[in-house]
C-alpha cells in the first residue's frame, strides 16, 4: 500500500472517529435525559404510574409524553444497537428497583419483571423501527442479563408475601439504604453504580432545600411554602440548626478535629485509642454519662488489634479505628444496635451522638461511607416497629441528617447577629441570630 493510500484510508478512519463522536455524545445525552426523568418518577408518582410508564417506553415502544415534557426525547428512539438497547434497558431497571428496594416496595418489583415475562411482540406493528425494538427485546428477555435481573428480583418475593400492612417511615431515609446497596459486594456492579449515583442525588437534593427552607423561612418577603421543608422536624429545624451552627471560630468542629490529628500525628495506637476517646467525649456536658460510655468502649478498643497497639498510627490505622468506634456507638454485629447507642439516645438528647459521630468522620473522611452503611444497618433493625414506638430513633436520623447536611464538603452555614445594639453583639440568645448558608469556594487549584 503506497503512502497516500495509507494517508487516505487513515483519513477515513480519523473521518469516521469524528463522525462517530457526535452520534456517541447525543446518544450519552438522551440516555442521561432518560435515567433522570425515571429517578424524578420513581421519587415522586404512585408505583403503577411508574410501570405504566416503563412499559409504554420499553415493552409497549410507544411514545411517552411525560419524557417528551421532561427531556425532549420520545421513547427509546435514540438506541440505534442492540448493546445500546441492552444497557439502556439494564440502567433503567436497576434504578427503579433500587428505589423500590430501599422503599420496600418488593410487591412492586415483582410486577417490573412480569412486564418482561409476559412479554409477547405484536403482530401487527408495521413501523420498522418498532420492529427492530420487538426483535431485541425477545433477544433480551433470553439473554443472561435478563437472568441476572430476574435473579436479582427473586430475591424480593419472599419480602414481599411480608410487606403487606407494613408502615413505611423508613422510606424518609432511602438515601442511606441506597449507600448500603452501593457497598454491596453481593451486587452486580452496575448496579451498585446506580445506587452510588441516585445516593448522591437524593443528599445534594437534601441539602439544597434544606438552604432554600432556611433561606425563605427567615424572610418575611418570601413565601415558606415554596420550598418545602425537608426534615419533619418543622419550624424547630431552624433552632436546631443554630445549635449545631453555634460552634465556629477557634472552638469550631473542624479546628479541633485538626488540632486532634496534629496533637497525635505520630502517636502509637495503643496511645491513640486512648486520645480519640479524650477528643469524641470531652466537649460532652453528662461527665456521668461519659464516665459509662468511655469506660465501656476502652473495654471494647484495648481487645481490639492488640497485636499492633505499638505500632505508629498511619491513614490505614486511622480509618479502621475510627471504623471500629462507629460500630461500637451504632450497631457492631450488623444486627442489633449497640448498648452504646441505646445508652447515648437514653438520655433524650440525639445531638450528643450526632456531634460524636461527626467529629469521627471530621478526623477521617474516609469513614463516612462505613458510617452510613451502620445507619442503614439501624434502618433496618428499627423499620420492624411501628413509627410511634421509635420516635426517639427517628429523631435521631433527623438530627443527623441536618448535621451532616450543614458540614457538607460544599455548603457553609454561618450564623449572624442581626441586634445593631453593641451591647448584645455578644449574646448567646439565638432569637438575635440569623442563619445564612453558601456554597463553599474551593481555594485549592
Given at each position: ?12 478512519q ?28 420513581v ?22 409524553v ?15 444497537n ?13 434504578i ?12 412492586q ?6 412486564l ?19 426483535g ?57 453504580e ?14 439544597f ?15 415558606v ?21 453555634v ?19 505520630n ?28 469506660q ?14 505499638e ?58 461511607s462505613h ?7 439501624l ?7 411501628p413509627e ?22 460544599n ?21 438575635d ?13
Amino acid at each position: 500500500m503506497t503512502t497516500n493510500s495509507l494517508q487516505s484510508s487513515q483519513g477515513h478512519q480519523d473521518q469516521d472517529i469524528v463522525n462517530s463522536k457526535p452520534k456517541q455524545n447525543n446518544l450519552q445525552v438522551a440516555q442521561e435525559r432518560l435515567y433522570s426523568f425515571l429517578v424524578e418518577i420513581v421519587q415522586k408518582w404512585p408505583s403503577e404510574e411508574v410501570l405504566r410508564e416503563f412499559k409504554r417506553l420499553f415493552i409497549d415502544f410507544l411514545d411517552s409524553v411525560n419524557l417528551g415534557k421532561a427531556t425532549g426525547i420520545y421513547g427509546i428512539s435514540f438506541l440505534e444497537n442492540e448493546q445500546d438497547f441492552y444497557h439502556t434497558v439494564k440502567r433503567c431497571f436497576y434504578i427503579i428497583v433500587n428505589n423500590w428496594e430501599a422503599q420496600r416496595k418488593y410487591k412492586q418489583i415483582q410486577e417490573l419483571i412480569k412486564l418482561f415475562d409476559n412479554y409477547k411482540p405484536s403482530i401487527e406493528i408495521t413501523h420498522p423501527h418498532t420492529k427492530v425494538f420487538q426483535g431485541w427485546l425477545k433477544n433480551f428477555v433470553g439473554s443472561h442479563d435478563y437472568k441476572e435481573l430476574k435473579f436479582l428480583a427473586s430475591k424480593y418475593k419472599k419480602q414481599a408475601l411480608k410487606q403487606e400492612g407494613k408502615n413505611n417511615w423508613a422510606n424518609r431515609y432511602t438515601s442511606y439504604l441506597l449507600v448500603a446497596q452501593s457497598y454491596d459486594g453481593k451486587r452486580p456492579r452496575e448496579q451498585q453504580e446506580v445506587a452510588r449515583k441516585l445516593s448522591k442525588q437524593m443528599k445534594d437534593k437534601y441539602k439544597f432545600e434544606l438552604a432554600m427552607y432556611i433561606a425563605r423561612s427567615q424572610s418575611a418577603a418570601s413565601s415558606v411554602t415554596r420550598y418545602k421543608n425537608p426534615s419533619i422536624l418543622g419550624d424547630n429545624v431552624l433552632r436546631i440548626i443554630k445549635m449545631i451552627v453555634v460552634k465556629k471560630g477557634v472552638f469550631s468542629y473542624e479546628n479541633i478535629a485538626n488540632i486532634f490529628l496534629k496533637q497525635t500525628k505520630n502517636q502509637t495506637l495503643k496511645k491513640f485509642k486512648d486520645s480519640i476517646q479524650k477528643y469524641l467525649f470531652f466537649t460532652v456536658e453528662n461527665q456521668e454519662l461519659v464516665i459509662t460510655v468511655m469506660q465501656h468502649l476502652s473495654e471494647k478498643l484495648s481487645t481490639w488489634k492488640q497485636e499492633s497497639n505499638e505500632d505508629i498510627i498511619n491513614n490505614n490505622l486511622i480509618l479502621r479505628t475510627c471504623n471500629r468506634v462507629i460500630d461500637c456507638l451504632t450497631i457492631e454485629t450488623g444486627k442489633e444496635p449497640s448498648p452504646l447507642f441505646i445508652l447515648l439516645l437514653a438520655g433524650g438528647n440525639p445531638l450528643t451522638l450526632v456531634i460524636i459521630l461527626l467529629k469521627i468522620i471530621l478526623i477521617c473522611k474516609n469513614a463516612r461511607s462505613h458510617l452510613e452503611i451502620r445507619i442503614a444497618h439501624l434502618i433496618n433493625y428499627y423499620e420492624n416497629y411501628p413509627e410511634d414506638e421509635c420516635t426517639w430513633f427517628i429523631n435521631f436520623l433527623e438530627f443527623f441528617n441536618i448535621t451532616f447536611a450543614i458540614y457538607a464538603e460544599n455548603v457553609e452555614y454561618n450564623l449572624i447577629n442581626m441586634n445593631a445594639d453593641e451591647q448584645s453583639c455578644n449574646s448567646q440568645n439565638l432569637d438575635d441570630y440569623r442563619v445564612f448558608s453558601q456554597l463553599k469556594v474551593d481555594t485549592q487549584t
